[in-house]
C-alpha cells in the first residue's frame, strides 16, 4: 500500500487516487487526493433519503471537520462552485450556506 506521501507525489498529469469510505450502511463516500492541502469527495445523495440522510450527511461533513479542524464544504455536481452545505469549525456544527428557494 503506498503511503500519503507516495500518493502526493504522483506526476501532475496522473491519475487522482481514490479512496472510498462508507461513513453509514449503503451511503458511499468517494474521496480524491487533489494535493497537500485539498481533498474532494463525493456522495450520492440518492442514498441519503430522508431526515435520516440529511443526519447521515451532516454527521459525516461534522465527523471530518471536527477531526480536520476545518471547514468541510459541499458544492453542487457540476453545478457552481459556491458552497450551499458545509460545517463551521467556529460554530462547531453544519450550515446552510445559500438561502432557501422562495416558495
Not at 41 to 70: H, M, P, W, Y
Request: with cysteine; glycine share 8%; proline share 11%.
Amino acid at each position: 500500500m503506498p503511503t500519503a506521501a507516495e500518493v502526493l507525489a504522483r506526476p501532475p498529469e496522473a491519475e487522482t487516487v481514490s479512496l472510498r469510505v462508507w461513513p453509514a450502511p449503503g451511503v458511499l463516500a468517494i474521496f480524491r487526493l487533489m494535493s497537500e492541502t485539498e481533498i474532494d469527495f463525493d456522495v450520492d445523495l440518492r442514498e441519503l433519503q430522508g431526515q435520516a440522510g440529511v443526519d447521515t450527511l451532516c454527521n459525516f461533513l461534522r465527523a471530518i471537520g471536527s477531526e480536520l479542524g476545518k471547514p468541510v464544504l459541499m458544492t453542487p455536481e457540476g453545478g457552481s462552485q459556491d458552497p450551499v452545505l458545509g460545517f463551521d469549525p467556529v460554530l462547531s456544527k453544519v450550515v446552510l450556506l445559500v438561502d432557501p428557494a422562495p416558495n
